[in-house]
């Protein structure tokens, strides 16, 4: 640590005070030196408390200096007004040095009767530690060993009585509440990580965890490979086993900041909020916790298909064999409404045919109404990104292919789900349907991995859609079609009046439309059986 911040020790990702006691008192305290875990690992915030703690020690050597002298000289008077100085000032300062975290909770009046005790019990044995320093006083120059005193039975009553919760059960309670109010996405995005977390950190008292616990679950996580949780079942590992091992390839920096950075965020604010009067630590912190594994930001963006993929995809032998196979609809009929709309692979496997696929009375244009607002498959939680609601006129290519005779022969039937084929996986309705296709590009040999240039799934399709719109001539912009707009219109002007305005200064439907039939790939396109 320079030398602009003294007494800081840099220890993991987090800082920690630091002092040498001096040779002559070293006696007194059986150590060489005070150490003292601070709650940030921000160097700024850490070094002002860094030089408080300093003058606390080294007014505490100074005055324990004061009193063995006076012990030397045979002052009994100054001895036992010196030993009181000393005993208040060494009880002052290793209560600042050792319990700075219960000071803090003190300020905010959260303090909970059971770290109340426990600092009761800490004194105590800091008592003890004071009797071996009278001892010292009054000749002895070597600390004898003592046994701390117990403390009274009054002070252990009420810690049986209201133990500390430990982890799990704050991280089920935690759960718990996504469960309740029926958020699978975020339950599925939470319930690996904090399993991890519990793990790593232990099931002990919340009133125990330390920020060197969070620092450290932070650091393994930097070592682990992405899908841990199956090399782990594998591989019969630990987690901490599985992050000692050497991997091509570790999670990413998006992962780790918007998967586990977040989900932490999440679990420490709410854990702070509801159990801070149970003793869970007020200063436990994600802040300065960075990615530091070798991965670069964005190297998993997908592009845009190139035309002699797009050719060898829509024209090859596979979608030959799904469009002569009426059985096989659904393979014909995702890739295609992905290329017409560059919508999201979940946006367009939940449409509801009974619902969202609509003609508009004034200008006859059908569409896709992209909406979480309708009724949905009683399986699925309906969702858009975005959380706009948006309509995307049908293609003139998908109605020429005869998309619209598919959406009756579904309808017919009763089905909620545009791909009834594909049964949703934990409430999305997309699951099965983003495998089969990444599946599809390996078969077809068109799967590319190069880093923030890969071909991997649907969102392909995105980048797809944008790009040949800007190629066309005269250019069209299709951020409107995708749901990618952002109205300047819109941009300056407050959320109620945004309410008002939105539906005002929307590109009507028959021109949207009109854009989009703009757009050709100049693809042979297959035409399906009925």
């Avoid at 209560?95 to 700075?100: E, I, T």
């Avoid at 105590?124 to 009797?131: F, K, T």
Wanted: hydrophobic share 40%; charged share 30%; with cysteine.
């Amino acid at each position: 640590m320079p030398s602009s911040a003294p007494y800081l020790q840099r220890r993991g990702f987090g800082l920690s005070f630091r002092i040498s006691i001096p040779l002559d008192l070293r006696p007194v305290f059986n150590k060489h030196e005070i150490t003292k875990a601070l709650p940030t690992a921000n160097k700024r915030q850490a070094a002002p408390m860094a030089l408080e703690y300093a003058a606390c020690a080294k007014r505490m050597f100074y005055n324990l200096r004061e009193a063995m002298t006076a012990s030397n000289d045979n002052e009994e008077q100054a001895q036992a007004i010196d030993f009181v100085k000393l005993q208040k000032l060494t009880q002052e300062t290793k209560l600042k040095l050792k319990f700075d975290d219960l000071q803090i909770q003190h300020e905010d009046e959260l303090v909970s009767k059971d770290r109340q005790h426990k600092v009761e019990l800490k004194q105590a044995r800091l008592e003890a530690e004071l009797e071996g320093v009278r001892r010292v006083l009054a000749g002895s120059h070597a600390l004898p060993v003592t046994t701390p005193t117990a403390p009274p039975k009054s002070a252990l009553a009420p810690l049986v009585s209201t133990p500390s919760p430990t982890l799990k059960k704050v991280i089920e309670s935690f759960l718990e509440e996504y469960k309740k109010n029926n958020k699978p996405a975020m339950l599925k995005k939470h319930q690996p990580v904090l399993s991890a977390l519990l793990e790593l950190i232990g099931d002990k008292p919340v009133s125990d965890i330390m920020q060197d616990d969070i620092d450290d679950f932070f650091k393994v996580i930097n070592n682990l490979p992405p899908r841990w949780l199956d090399a782990c079942r594998k591989q019969k590992l630990t987690i901490r086993q599985l992050s000692e091992c050497t991997h091509d390839v570790i999670i990413n920096p998006k992962t780790f900041k918007v998967t586990y950075i977040a989900s932490v965020r999440y679990f420490l604010k709410d854990a702070k909020k509801n159990w801070r009067s149970k003793g869970f630590p007020l200063t436990l912190s994600i802040e300065d916790i960075d990615y530091v594994g070798s991965r670069k930001a964005g190297e998993g963006k997908q592009r845009a298909f190139k035309l002699s993929e797009l050719k060898r995809l829509f024209e090859g032998v596979e979608m030959g064999a799904f469009a002569s196979d009426p059985a096989k609809a659904h393979f014909f009929w995702l890739p295609h409404i992905g290329l017409y709309t560059g919508a999201r692979v979940n946006e367009i496997c939940q449409l509801n045919p009974q619902t969202d696929i609509l003609k508009d009375e004034d200008t006859g244009v059908e569409y896709f109404w992209m909406t979480a607002d309708t009724k949905a498959d009683p399986r699925i939680d309906k969702s858009i990104k975005t959380g706009e609601s948006r309509k995307v006129p049908i293609h003139k290519h998908l109605i020429e292919l005869g998309f619209l005779h598919y959406l009756e022969r579904v309808k017919s039937s009763g089905a909620k789900l545009l791909f009834p084929e594909w049964p949703p996986i934990n409430r999305r309705a997309s699951g099965e349907a983003e495998k089969w296709f990444r599946k599809l590009l390996v078969d077809a040999e068109l799967r590319d991995e190069t880093p923030k240039g890969m071909l991997a799934g649907m969102h392909a399709f995105r980048h797809t859609l944008l790009t040949y719109g800007a190629k066309q001539k005269p250019p069209i912009i299709l951020t409107c079609v995708t749901g990618h707009e952002q109205n300047d219109a819109l941009s300056q002007v407050s959320d109620v009046a945004k309410g008002y305005m939105s539906e005002l200064l929307l590109t009507p439907i028959d021109e949207l439309e009109a854009l989009l039939n703009q757009l050709d790939y100049k693809l042979k396109l297959f035409i399906p059986s009925l």
